[in-house]
Structure formats: C-alpha cells, structure tokens
C-alpha cells in the first residue's frame, strides 16, 4: 500500500518568509510524528499527534513553528518568518497507534533558507 | 535526558568485511531499541528492533542484542556487500511520544 507521503520535496524560501510542509499519513494510522534532520544535529523530534488528543509539541523550537492535523489524518508543519538556522529536511513519520511501534517514515522535504 | 550515542565518523569498509556500529542509550527504564537506515536519496526504513533485553533483532543478516548490562544495541553484519552503503542510526523509544535518534554513521563499502 501507499507509505507516507510529504511535499514538496524540496523548498527553497527566502529568511523571512513563510513556509508550509504536507505529511499524508498512512491510511489508518493514528500517531503522527514530525521529526527535524539537520547537519551536525541529527534528528530531532518536533510534534506528535495522536487520534484527537492535544499534540505534543515539546519539541517545537520556537513559537514560530506551529503545525496542525486536519480531520486525523494529513498534517501540516508551518514555520513563520523564516530563518537561515531553519535549513533542514523535514521528516513526518506515521504509526498504527501510541505507544512502542514502528514508525514510517516518509521522503522528507528539503528546506532552504536563503 | 533520555539520549543515543552513536560511534563518531564514518565507516569505510571492503566488501564482505565484518561491521560493527556501536550504539548506546541513556539508561532509564527500559526503552524499545531499532536501528533504521537511510539509502542515498531515499526515507528512513527500520531496519531491526529490540523490545527488551537479551532480544536479538535480525533483518537482512544484520543483528543487534539489547544488552541491559552495558546499555548498548551494537550493529553487526557479517559480510558487507556495496548495497550496504548507507547511514545507519541508532533509536530508543522511551515512552515520550518519540524516537530518540543518535547521530548517525555513514557506511561506505567499496569493492
């Protein structure tokens, strides 16, 4: 079946400017996660929703970033007012449930910020 | 905090050598533990998992044991072949809505 889709898959925006990444989950599951990669930090957790429980957004690293889950399924990562240091891919991740289980990962969105 | 550490750098290696990755986590409580890899231009794919100790995962002849004593869920692989070539990272899951993610290695296999 289809996996977990993103877009774009790249982005390339000017500092300042906003940005908006799409995660389509896989169908039926209900943990989603957003997850940052960047050079010299590895991954980083970001978001996580579950079902229609309040997200989890202990890793949001500023009140610039914000993202939202749409009906429980698609979800979308906005960052406002972008800047050079939020250059990274972008990686959403889906799972059947909460809890300890496999995580699918999608292709990720490319983000550049000149 | 709950964390992953990876071995520095990355490996370089001929084909059909032994491959260790080492990884170890933080220890509190007793967290899930999978290794996921990357291929060149392609998304993060499990690559094996580890529930609790002395579990072994395998996939692909590579294998990993959670090994409580040492806090550690090294990678192995007997033989490498070119395919190989990819990162390799380290996860723990502790209960927090999350993957902790060491920072990964590059495998690179030659011929």
């Known amino acids: 079946g289809a996996g977990v889709s993103q877009s774009p898959s790249n982005k390339v925006t000017e500092k300042g400017k906003d940005v908006e990444l799409r995660c389509d989950p896989i169908s039926g599951h209900t943990a989603l996660y957003w997850y940052r990669q960047s050079l010299g930090q590895g991954l980083e957790f970001l978001i996580y929703?579950?079902?229609?429980?309040?997200?989890?957004k202990s890793g949001l690293p500023s009140d610039r970033f914000s993202a939202e889950r749409t009906g429980g399924s698609v979800s979308t990562l906005t960052i406002q007012r972008t800047q050079q240091e939020d250059s990274a891919v972008y990686l959403c991740?889906?799972?059947?449930?909460?809890?300890?289980?496999?995580?699918?990962f999608g292709p990720g969105t490319r983000l550049t910020v000149t | 905090g709950d964390s992953v550490t990876q071995m520095e750098g990355p490996v370089t290696l001929s084909e059909e050598a032994f491959l260790t990755i080492n990884c170890t986590y933080t220890a509190t409580g007793y967290p899930s533990l999978f290794w996921y890899v990357q291929y060149p231009g392609e998304g993060l794919q499990l690559l094996l998992k580890a529930t609790k100790a002395d579990d072994k995962g395998s996939n692909k002849g590579f294998e990993a044991t959670y090994r409580k004593e040492t806090t550690s869920f090294h990678l192995e692989k007997g033989s490498v072949q070119v395919s190989d070539s990819a990162v390799y990272f380290c996860a723990a899951y502790y209960g927090n809505n999350r993957l902790a993610f060491g920072k990964g290695n590059q495998v690179v296999v030659i011929p």
């Open positions: 991740a889906s799972s059947p449930r909460a809890g300890n289980y496999e995580q699918y």
């Open positions: 929703f579950q079902g229609n429980s309040a997200p989890d």
